[in-house]
């Protein structure tokens, strides 16, 4: 199973980026999508996930300004980062809860490479 993400990039204050993240492989179903965040020196952090039925939850720091969707047909999550703040700059990872094929089909969390995401001043 791969995670792969893609979209970030350098944007300044004000400014949207979005992010994408797509699961392959020998994948019977996913639980729960997640993106994270991290910058150095501090521990990862939860930004938002999304769960089979469309549940989301947002971490207090970005809630109005971010939109965490996913296309289940595609195992796929996107991330819309909208007015971005200087404090949004980090490396952003996808995660998923999810089922591979192979049984007993047990539960896994996978994590994507991570993408940088820069907000200007």
């Known amino acids: 199973v791969q995670l792969q993400a893609s979209g970030g990039g350098l944007v300044q204050a004000g400014g949207s980026l979005r992010l994408s993240c797509a699961a392959s492989g020998n994948i019977f179903g996913i639980n729960v999508m997640a993106w994270y965040r991290q910058v150095p020196g501090k521990e990862r952090e939860l930004v938002a996930n999304?769960?089979?039925?469309?549940?989301?939850n947002y971490a207090e720091s970005v809630k109005g300004r971010f939109t965490i969707s996913r296309d289940s047909a595609k195992n796929a999550v996107y991330l819309q980062m909208d007015s971005l703040k200087p404090e949004d700059t980090a490396v952003y990872y996808c995660n998923a809860d999810l089922i591979v094929t192979q049984l007993p089909r047990l539960s896994q969390i996978h994590w994507g490479q991570g993408t940088q995401v820069t907000v200007s001043s």
């Open positions: 999304i769960d089979s039925g469309g549940s989301t």
